[in-house]
């Protein structure tokens, strides 16, 4: 039997339950169609449990380090099988919490395999069968999966994606993690905190290449501090899997071809999106290299066929998913009659960035480079950790913060972050940007002391010559 | 202490307004919320909610006052409790009855010296991001007269990039920023004008009708107008509309021709995008949406209410969404954003049997489609003489901005479109 619905929602990530969730509140009749586990990657094999990796990996850390701070911790080691337990069941908790949400905004959950069968019909196959479902809408929300090396296939063995990677039986003695943007960087940096000798292979001329070029630079220095070898302008020849590891013939910036041995490889080179077979170019959806064209509310060139997140252009990031999923909802009460709702598109600058490797990375707007790239005659301040009290109290002298701004206007163009909890700071930029404040008002904002944000209020100083603590 | 009430800027544009009605007396209660007053403005008439509770002590403007500027003191209200200090030393006209009032005066607090302070500092607050305000400055652009897309109206960068051509908002262009509202071009026509002794009644121009006779004259004054005109058989889309009504009976909604007709200039529109366009000065705007403006006659004078994006909305959502309009158009009760901007306009005079005419584009606009009425005529179908339901519309271009041949291309595209009307729901 068939039910008819307002919305239904293909794929159950921050994007998709998000949307429903917002399309239910909004008075729509919903339903979401996930065919593994509610949540999607981000909470079950994405940036959840890899959060919760990543604080074991620090404990572990600070207590290797507890003399700095006049403690004394003695046969300190690491249990890797209840490091993966513990994540394990952080994202489990965070599962059953959106089963929680999806029951209390009354949003109907089809477990199964979704495929479009026409203008707002799906067909889900599940375990119990296949059904036909019927809406006025459907935002498409599939989301995307590791990309491959076309010459060694992931098995899970000793050649790993992010998933493998999460759940390792074992610790690798030597890894080898090709790519560096924030996916590999974080597991290279779980793994060598955990004791892993690693070497990350990067094919652009530097780490996390979307970042500032300061950042990039700040953190190369840093992790090889920490014992990592950095290839960058680098690039995997051959990888020769065999039972006792892997032989990799690595070609460096010079052009000459290195072999080195590794235990395991984790390939985190991208992701491809996931739109094939769910019937969307045999309704009129045509893909652009695998992506889903929209505009900016997720419409796309088939009426009441939306899409979200990571089937879409970039940037691939849960936060970015669910905001579009609250305007592709919006947007759609809207079409539905619904006048109270005013959907305001996505400003893609404006969309924060972070990677919780050690040092941690943030960053919100145009880089230095890219701001200059696009005209624009700036002011740049830069304030570092070791001028900030806050910061020499928790023995985190390392790292900075820089600010971007168009000289002419005093916009706030971007902003970039490197040290501890960053990652909790972008914020204050980011609520400025989406506010369009200018140097002025950051300026008059009363930081609270000690803590790191006066760090963002000396590099907004800094930018016009007026930092105060250095 | 007593609050001030000052006349609100009820929209971007507004610098006077008519008090047309008080809907609270001196002496009244009033809580946050409740209806003041009705304020006539350039466009509609609109309720004044009170903020603060209180009790008035003043009206201090005549019912029926035109051109109140915008930050006049229009009421004053006591706040609950306080005793009310203004009453007592100023009392307005009330104090009669009770020849002993005066007595307790001598008693009372040093409070009174405090002057009222306004709780906003100057008129009505504008709401504009720190960079808005800063582009404005730089520029020169008051921001009172650019309307905000930000959230909540909030003016933001783009309105002010925006406003570089000057026309963002429908209305704003007409007026130049430093000119009264009030000035402009009837009121001195009409007072040159001879009456050769003929008995008449004189009725004074309300700000709809101030607003029309502006725009309108800007447009036929400064667009070159060109004129197409076609005939539509309409049987087609008569029986699809039979048939819809028939499939949507359930549901409560009931299609009329003319939504059918407001989708099919926005198909039409989709299909020729050159027309979908706005002449800006140095830049011509080509719009990525179709917001049709759908002339409606209200009791005050026509208005335009919009359906946004009515190209990919479905006729019945365009039906639903125009009911709700036109009777807010009727009530006088559209909000500015539900009546400026659009991207092409729709005049329908068919139901007065009206069989072709030529409408004036609506500014900033290039065209606008001027419907006749359907009438059973005889037309010549495969070589023979029959009988079939025509009617007859001319598209008036802004020919700056829209060639003869694209404006026949969406005449043509609005033809085929109603004459295969199953495009219309697909």
């Known amino acids: ?80 099988n209840a490091v993966v337990a513990r994540s394990r069941g952080v994202a489990k908790q965070l599962n059953q919490g959106v089963t929680h949400l999806m029951k209390k905004n009354k949003i109907a959950v089809h477990m199964g395999t979704g495929v479009l069968k026409g203008a707002g019909k799906i067909e889900v196959s599940g375990e119990k069968g296949s059904e036909t479902i019927t809406a006025k809408h459907v935002i498409v929300a599939t989301g995307a999966r590791a990309r491959d090396l076309p010459f060694a296939l992931a098995d899970g063995n000793r050649v790993w994606t992010y998933r493998h990677a999460m759940t390792p039986k074992e610790l690798p003695s030597k890894l080898l993690v090709i790519g560096s943007g924030a996916i590999g960087i974080e597991f290279a940096s779980f793994y060598n905190d955990m004791g892993a000798e690693v070497t990350v292979v990067e094919m652009l001329d530097r780490i996390v290449p979307v970042e500032d ?50 235990s395991h490889v984790i ?127 928790l023995g985190e002298a390392e790292g900075f913060i820089k600010t971007v701004f168009d000289a002419k206007t005093g916009e706030l163009l971007g902003a970039h972050m490197i040290g501890a909890e960053v990652t909790e700071l972008i914020q204050g930029y980011v609520v400025g940007k989406t506010l369009e404040t200018t140097e002025a008002e950051l300026m008059q904002t009363v930081f609270p002391h000690p803590t790191l944000s006066e760090m963002m209020h000396e590099s907004v100083l800094a930018a016009y010559g007026r930092a105060l603590h250095i | ?167 963002a908002p429908a209305l704003a262009p007409a007026v130049p920023a430093a000119a009264p509202a009030s000035a402009p071009v009837p009121a001195p026509v009409a007072a040159a004008i001879p009456d050769f002794g003929i008995p008449y009644e004189a009725e004074k121009l309300n700000n709809v009708r101030k607003t029309i006779a502006r725009r309108l004259t800007e447009a036929k004054q400064t667009i070159p107008h060109i004129y197409l005109s076609v005939d539509v058989r309409l049987d087609a889309l008569l029986k699809l509309r039979g048939d819809l009504n028939k499939a949507l009976e359930g549901e409560g909604v009931k299609l009329s021709v003319n939504d059918l007709v407001i989708k099919a ?105 001027a419907v006749g009425a359907g009438e059973q005529r005889p037309y010549v179908v495969d070589g023979a003489l029959a009988i079939a339901t025509v009617m007859s519309v001319t598209g008036s271009f802004d020919h700056r901005a829209i060639d003869g041949a694209d404006g026949a291309a969406l005449m043509q595209a609005f033809k085929d479109i109603v004459e295969n009307p199953l495009a219309l729901v697909a």
């Not at chain 1, 990039?216 to 680098?234: H, P, R, V, Y």
């Not at chain 1, 390939?267 to 491809?272: F, K």
Request: glycine share 12%; aromatic share 4%; proline share 6%.
């Open chain 1, 1 to 80: 039997m068939s039910e008819h619905y307002d919305l239904i929602v293909l794929g159950s990530g921050p994007g998709g339950y998000v949307a429903a969730i917002r399309a239910s509140q909004l008075g729509l009749k919903v339903a979401i169609v996930e065919r593994e586990l509610l949540g999607g990657i981000c909470l079950n094999w994405g940036c959840i449990p890899t959060k919760a990796l990543l604080r074991s990996a620090e404990i572990l850390h600070y207590m290797q380090h507890a003399k700095d701070y006049g403690l004394a911790a003695e046969k300190i080691s690491a249990d890797l």
């Open chain 1, 213 to 262: 070029a300061d950042v990039s630079a700040f953190l190369e220095k840093a992790l090889k501090k920490q014992g990592m070898t950095i290839m960058t302008g680098a690039g995997v020849e051959a990888l020769d899997v065999g039972k006792g590891g892997i032989k990799a013939r690595l070609k460096g910036k010079d052009g000459k071809v290195v072999e080195a041995e590794f």
């Open chain 1, 267 to 393: 390939v985190a080179i991208g992701i491809v999106a996931n739109t094939a077979d769910i019937g969307l170019e045999a309704l009129g959806v045509t893909l652009e290299r695998g992506i889903v064209p929209v505009d900016p509310y997720g419409r796309t060139a088939v009426p009441g066929v939306w899409a979200i997140g990571d089937v879409t252009p970039g940037p691939w990031l849960a936060h970015k998913a669910s905001h579009e999923g609250v305007t592709a909802a919006e947007a759609i009460a809207q079409e539905l009659g619904n006048t109270e709702v005013h959907p305001h598109g996505l400003d893609r600058n404006n969309i924060p960035g972070c990677t919780y490797c050690h040092p941690q990375i943030a960053s919100v707007g145009l880089t230095e480079a890219k701001a200059k790239e696009a005209g624009y005659t700036l002011k740049v301040g830069t304030f570092p950790f070791i001028g900030n009290g806050k910061a020499i109290a």
């Open chain 2, 1 to 167: 202490m007593s609050i001030e009430i000052k006349m609100p800027a009820l929209s971007p544009t507004m610098e006077e307004g008519k008090l047309a009605k008080w809907l609270v007396k001196q002496g009244d209660t009033v809580a946050a919320g409740d209806i003041l007053a009705e304020i006539e403005t350039d466009k509609a008439t609109m309720e004044f909610e009170a903020i603060d509770e209180g009790t008035v002590t003043s009206l201090a403007v005549a019912e029926g006052a035109e051109g109140v500027k915008v930050g006049t003191v229009i009421a004053t209200i006591s706040p609950e409790g306080e005793v009310p200090a203004a009453k007592a030393a100023a009392p307005v006209a009330v104090a009669a009855p009770t020849p002993a009032a005066p007595a307790p005066v001598a008693t009372p607090a040093p409070v009174v010296a405090k002057p009222a302070q306004a709780p906003a500092a100057s008129g009505a607050r504008v709401f504009a991001s720190p960079l808005a305000r800063r582009l404005a400055a730089e520029k020169g652009i008051d921001l009172a007269g650019v309307t905000g897309t930000g959230p909540g109206g909030r003016i933001v960068r783009a309105d002010i990039d925006g406003y570089a051509g000057g026309n």
């Open chain 2, 265 to 369: 200039l926005a198909r039409a529109l989709q299909r020729t995008p050159k027309c979908n366009v706005s002449f800006a000065g140095e830049e011509l705007r080509k719009f990525s949406r179709v917001d049709i403006s759908v002339a409606v006659a209200a009791p005050t004078g026509l208005i335009t209410p919009i359906i946004v994006d009515a190209g990919s909305k479905a006729i019945s959502q365009i039906s639903k969404e125009m009911k709700a309009l036109a009777d807010k158009a009727r009530e006088g009760k559209l909000q500015p954003h539900e009546y400026q901007g659009g991207t092409a306009s729709l005049s329908n005079l068919g139901m007065f049997g009206i069989k072709q005419f030529d409408a004036v584009i609506n500014p900033p606009q290039a065209m606008i489609l």
